[in-house]
């Protein structure tokens, strides 16, 4: 009786790794943008990780150090404001990506080059989150 407990106790505990792996690898899993989103999240992932936004911003799913120049980008689906200026919707998303400063000149997100097919990527992995 105790015996057969003890084992399914043990049992339990080696199906817990996988368990925890089997999340991992949902948690890596594409999710879909959000109905009215164009663009390619999957792509703007890669993106993000050419451009190094990383280097200034938290990025879920973007390994990088964790630095805090820029705000977090982990709940850009759920703001209402962006860079306490714009509406929070894609367009703006796009426009600040390409251009801050067009938006804030005292900004000191730099303007990175960002194409607008990248952008609008970039934008519909951020919006994903
Ligand atoms: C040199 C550091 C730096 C880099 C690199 C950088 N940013 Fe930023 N970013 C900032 C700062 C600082 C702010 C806050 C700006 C403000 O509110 O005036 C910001 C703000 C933002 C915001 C608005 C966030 C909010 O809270 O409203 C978004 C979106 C954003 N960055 C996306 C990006 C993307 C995408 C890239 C890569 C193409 C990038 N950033 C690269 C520094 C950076």
């Known amino acids: ?3 057969a407990e003890r084992s399914s106790g043990s049992g339990a505990l080696k199906t817990l790794p996988m368990l ?6 949902a948690g890596c899993t594409p999710k879909r943008p959000p109905a009215g989103v164009q663009g390619d999240p999957e792509r703007g992932k890669i993106a993000v990780s050419q451009y190094a936004c990383q280097s200034c911003h938290l990025i879920p799913g973007v390994p990088g150090s964790k630095v805090y120049v820029g705000r977090p980008l982990s709940d850009m689906a759920r703001r209402k404001v962006l860079a306490g200026a714009l509406p929070n919707d894609q367009a703006s ?3 600040w990506i390409r251009d801050p400063q067009s938006v804030d000149p005292h900004t000191a997100m730099p303007d990175m080059g960002v194409s607008e097919r990248d952008a609008l990527d ?3 992995y951020l919006l994903t989150q």
């Open 1 to 3: 009786m105790d015996g």
């Open 20 to 25: 925890l792996l089997a999340l991992a690898l």
């Open 93 to 95: 998303l796009v426009r």
């Open 122 to 124: 970039i934008s519909a």
